[in-house]
């Protein structure tokens, strides 16, 4: 079966600290996605990769940064965490031709206090 | 600006019933619609609609593309307790394989 691993189910980070979100996809796809889920608001990308070591800005990439050093592998961090990324985390992966749309983790609920 | 749009924002109904949710878009380029379903965890794959593609249906699930007044509905009769979800609704430009949500419908199915 087909998978989007997110390492962390639900996290609970201070104010200031460093956050790495990890997110894994055993499908051999090229393009990778990170999104963030607030009620009101829906999905908003914050970043996504089609290629190793490739990035590029979503919609709202202000105190976020990514890095994927392997094909199947794409983190997010959190610079300085601040308590309004509060948030559900999502992660996909499509086929670099767009295939069937995204296939997508379980999520991260980040609380930042 | 590129932007979808979902009504209603949530919904609640009685098991037996029909629901309609809607989905209108503004998209350059238009590529393809999908419709998501998202319980507790990751949301899942319902339909994909293309200019190919613009009318789908599996079991009591069916949904339609209208490329002309750019919206789409998703239909689903005689709900049960499990269609209790939110559903999204997603587009995508061509040139591109990034897909722009709506703020989805949260349907609530009561027993």
């Known amino acids: 079966d087909v998978k989007v691993t997110q390492s962390s189910r639900y996290l609970v980070k201070r104010t200031g600290e460093k956050v790495f979100l990890e997110c894994v996809q055993d499908m051999d796809h090229e393009n990778m996605f990170w999104y963030r889920q607030d009620p009101g608001l829906g999905l908003r990308l914050i970043y996504f990769s089609y290629d190793v070591k490739m990035k590029e800005k979503g919609d709202i990439p202000e105190g976020y940064s990514v890095s994927r050093e392997k094909k199947e592998r794409f983190s997010l961090i959190l610079e300085s965490a601040s308590t309004n990324q509060t948030s559900m985390y999502l992660c996909a992966s499509s086929p670099l031709t767009g295939g069937y749309g995204y296939t997508f983790g379980s999520g991260t609920r980040l609380t930042v206090v | ?111």
């Open chain 2, 1 to 111: 600006e590129d932007k979808v749009v979902q009504s209603p924002l949530s919904l609640v109904v009685h098991e037996g019933d029909t629901v309609t949710l809607n989905c209108s878009y503004e998209v350059t380029n238009f590529r393809s619609l999908l419709w998501y379903k998202q319980e507790k965890k990751a949301p899942t794959f319902l339909f994909m609609l293309t200019s190919s593609g613009i009318e789908k249906k599996s079991g009591r699930l069916s949904s339609i593309l209208d490329k002309k007044e750019l919206f789409s509905i998703l239909n689903i009769t005689a709900t049960q307790t499990g269609d209790s979800a939110i559903y999204l609704c997603a587009v995508t430009p061509s040139g591109t394989y990034k897909y722009i949500f709506g703020t989805g419908t949260r349907l609530k199915v009561l027993a």
